[in-house]
T-cell receptor, first 109, second 113 residues
């Protein structure tokens, strides 16, 4: 079966750095997405990786290793507004998105 | 610019009652349209997707149905709601290609009592 694993919850301090991991087992691979979702709101797109390596976008970076079935989202200089759930999703060989359950990130002052 | 509208934001319905959730997209043509359900502690579950008017693919057998009467309108319906239909429903769209990102509507929190 197809599976996406990410931690249920993480806690970090304002101003620090946090890394949210995602491992996947899917039928084929056509890219990996990270979305941010604040409580009660819709997910919003953060990043897309299809080749191995690191993609940097301001305070957020996303890394992919296709051989290991692994990705991480790195958030730097954490702000209180970064408190949200972070969803990992993989597009399989049929271009269907398989979603992880999300990681709830709690930022403490 | 493209926008997606989804309503209502919250809905409380008794078991056995009908359901109609509506989603419209503006500023784009021929979008792929999606209905997802999000249960607490679980990943987004794809319910239906559509690549064109009248073309609906169902991913999960259930008592829900979807229709696309116009290019930019997507409707989720049920004739008789079950308790298990409670959840956060999200409409989304993407451009008509394989690996594009999704743009989500603001969601509908449905509580079936």
């Amino acid at each position: 079966g197809q599976n996406i694993d990410q931690p249920t919850e993480m806690t970090a301090t304002e101003g620090a750095i946090v890394q949210i991991n995602c491992t996947y087992q899917t039928s084929g691979f056509n890219g990996l997405f990270w979305y941010q979702q604040h409580a009660g709101e819709a997910p919003t797109f953060l990043s897309y990786n299809v080749l191995d390596g690191l993609e940097e976008k301001g305070r957020f970076s996303s890394f992919l290793s296709r051989s290991k079935g692994y990705s991480y989202l790195l958030l730097k200089e954490l702000q209180m507004k970064d408190s949200a759930s972070y969803l990992c999703a993989v597009m399989d060989s049929n271009y269907q998105l398989i979603w992880g359950a999300g990681t709830k990130l709690i930022i403490k002052p | 610019s493209q926008t997606i509208h989804q309503w209502p934001a919250t809905l409380v319905q008794p078991v056995g009652s009908p359901l109609s959730l509506e989603c419209t997209v503006e500023g784009t043509s021929n979008p792929n349209l999606y209905w997802y359900r999000q249960a607490a502690g679980r990943g987004l579950q794809l319910l239906f997707y559509s690549v064109g008017i009248g073309q609906i693919s169902s991913e999960v057998p259930q008592n829900l149905s979807a229709s696309r009467p116009q290019d930019r309108q997507f409707i989720l319906s049920s004739k008789k709601l079950l308790l298990s239909d409670s959840g956060f429903y999200l409409c989304a769209w993407s451009v008509l290609s394989g690996n594009e990102k999704l743009f989500f509507g603001s969601g509908t929190q449905l509580s079936v009592l």
